[in-house]
């Protein structure tokens, strides 16, 4: 059995991964909501992924899964209904949907996208959320929604990079060497 990034092992992950869908049923059943295949499905396939995905990235894998054609409002009504309950997120600058990291409550949060590896990281941030508050208010406006993404490299294709760099180039070093003795 392999492990994750986090040094867990897949059987964890994907016990992780079946309890996050579980709750997601319990709190639709406390709402007096359907938690219909499709619904559970997408997000499967989404807590599966582990970075954000599109709609069409999600209806591929549905019909992999069942072996059939699914059509493309299938998955966009599941994905409407798993943002509007709180059990995903949608990243706005990309058209691509992620599982909320605080499905449990609701939140204001701070999604990091690396431009690298296309992984997103969600962060709650009381302090921002304090702030976009007052300064709604002091403005007298009502936020219906709030988006706060912010784009850049990972620790993870930062060390990549470095370790790239840090590598000398065949041929480069000599090359230098010699011009450097012409000179």
Same mark, same amino acid.
């Given at each position: ?7 867990? =092992? ?22 007096? $909501?359907?938690? =219909? ?5 997408? &997000?499967?396939? /989404? /807590? ?10 999600? $209806? ?5 899964? #069942? ?6 409002? =299938?998955?966009? @009504? #599941? +994905?409407?209904? &798993?943002?509007?309950?709180?059990? *995903?997120? %949608? ?9 909320? #990291? ?11 996208? !690396?431009?690298? !590896?296309?992984?997103?990281?969600? +962060?709650?941030? @009381?302090? *921002?959320?304090? +702030? ?6 002091? *403005?007298?406006? @009502?936020? !219906? %929604?709030?988006?706060?993404? *912010?784009?850049?490299? !990972? &620790?993870?294709? $930062?060390?990549?990079?470095?370790? %790239?760099? #840090? %590598?000398?180039?065949?041929?480069? &070093? ?10």
């Amino acid at each position: 059995m392999g492990k994750d990034r986090s040094g867990r =092992t897949d059987k964890t992950t994907v016990s992780s991964r079946a309890g996050r869908v579980e709750a997601a049923d319990a709190v639709c059943r406390e709402r007096g $909501l359907s938690f =219909t295949a499709p619904r559970r499905s997408v &997000l499967e396939i /989404l /807590l599966k992924q582990g970075r954000p995905i599109g709609a069409y990235d999600v $209806l591929r894998q549905m019909q992999r899964r #069942a072996g059939r054609r699914i059509a493309p409002p =299938t998955v966009y @009504r #599941a +994905l409407e209904f &798993l943002a509007a309950q709180g059990f *995903i997120s %949608k990243i706005e600058s990309k058209n691509l949907f992620v599982p909320c #990291a605080h499905a449990d409550h609701p939140h204001a949060c701070v999604f990091f996208i !690396c431009e690298g !590896c296309g992984r997103s990281i969600e +962060l709650e941030n @009381r302090q *921002i959320e304090q +702030l976009f508050d007052h300064d709604a208010n002091s *403005i007298g406006f @009502r936020v !219906c %929604k709030r988006v706060v993404e *912010i784009q850049g490299t !990972c &620790l993870e294709c $930062l060390s990549s990079a470095s370790i %790239k760099q #840090a %590598k000398p180039q065949k041929g480069k &070093l000599d090359t230098d060497d010699e011009q450097g003795r012409q000179s």
